[in-house]
């Protein structure tokens, strides 16, 4: 079992920053790719970022040279910088980890932040 908790949403303004963070606990020794996700209002769920456990990333184009993932496997922790914050980036953020297929890749969510990018 994994437990994951986000923190960091909020409301900022276009242009602005936030940093989410991903807490993961449990099983984390069996924990292989991290992610966040985000669905916003009357759409689906979309990749933002994903991270390997070697430090691999991977990014939605629309968010690409303004967001970054990061992983600190000592805290068991993910991270989301996301600068230049678009009204299109307001929706909940959730974070996601896998674990290893010897461990079946079995798939936890945490509860999800709302980010609000708004004037």
């Known amino acids: 079992q994994v437990t994951l908790v986000e923190s960091g949403g909020g409301l900022v303004q276009p242009g602005g920053s936030l940093r989410l963070s991903c807490a993961a606990s449990?099983?984390?020794?069996?924990?292989?790719?991290m992610g966040w996700y985000r669905q916003a209002p009357g759409k689906q769920r979309e990749l933002v970022a994903t991270v390997t456990p070697a430090g691999s990333t991977n990014y939605a184009d629309s968010v690409k040279g303004r967001f970054t993932i990061s992983r600190d496997n000592a805290k068991n922790t993910v991270y989301l910088q996301m600068n230049s914050l678009k009204f299109e980036d307001t929706a909940v953020y959730s974070c996601k980890a896998v674990l290893f297929p010897v461990y079946g890749s079995t798939t936890y969510w945490g509860q999800g932040t709302q980010v609000t990018v708004s004037s």
């Open positions: 449990g099983n984390i020794f069996r924990i292989n790719a």
